[in-house]
Every structure is written in C-alpha cells, then in structure tokens.
Nanobody
Framework: EVQLMESGGGSVQAGGSLRLSCTAS????????IGWYRQAPETECVLVSS???????DYVDAVKGRFTISQNNAKNTVYLEMNNLKPDDTAMYYC??????????????????WGQGTQVTVSS
C-alpha cells in the first residue's frame, strides 16, 4: 500500500523556520509531480508549492521568496524549507503525489496519493 508520510511540523515564533519532509513507501517520486498543500480552519485548502517530474518548481504568491521545495530522489523524499514564517502560515500541511498534473486545491485529495498531514503553528 502506498503511503506518504509528512514530518517536520511544529510550533515556532514568527520569523522562524521549519523544514517539512515527505517520504513515500511503495511509490517512487522520480517520475511524479509532488505538491505541498495547506489548510487552516475556515480557509481554503491550497497548493502552496509543487515540483514536477522535470524539476520545475512553483509557489503560491504568499510564500514566494520564503519557501523552497526540493527533492532528494536517493532518499525518495521531498522537502519544504519554510523561512521567515508568519502567523498566516499556520495550517495543516499535506504532501501529495500524482503522475498527472496536480490540482490547485484539495480536490487532489481524491486523486493520486495524499499524506496524513503535519501541523505548523506560527505565533506572533
């Protein structure tokens, strides 16, 4: 059974940093599109960052310049380095992977593979 497992979440103060990791079992990230989504209570679930099978990265405007997505194929792991965190970054972060283009919202949950999430809390 394919499983995606996120880790690295936690509580930090504004301006701090966290690095999220997503590893997969029974699934190779090599030829997949991988994304990080986030959802806070009563807010829209959005695709925060993605990396395609050819290495192209993308970010939602709110995190550009602060978040960096990267991939280590040898470890079958995708990372989301988050710097200069803001209270608005507080959310549950989910990792998703699919061989087709990712949805921009959490409709992706019903397609491909989806992790259990890791909580990020940023205090002011």
């Amino acid at each position: 059974e394919v499983q995606l497992m996120e880790s690295g979440g936690g509580s930090v103060q504004a301006g701090g940093s966290l690095r999220l990791s997503c590893t997969a079992s029974e699934f190779s990230f090599d030829d997949a599109n991988i994304g990080w989504y986030r959802q806070a209570p009563e807010t829209e679930c959005v695709l925060v960052s993605s990396i395609t099978r050819d290495g192209t990265t993308d970010y939602v405007d709110a995190v550009k310049g602060r978040f960096t997505i990267s991939q280590n194929n040898a470890k079958n792991t995708v990372y989301l380095e988050m710097n200069n965190l803001k209270p608005d970054d507080t959310a549950m972060y989910y990792c998703a992977a699919d061989y087709t283009p990712l949805f921009g919202n959490c409709m992706q949950r019903d397609f491909g593979h989806w992790g259990q999430g890791t909580q990020v809390t940023v205090s002011s």
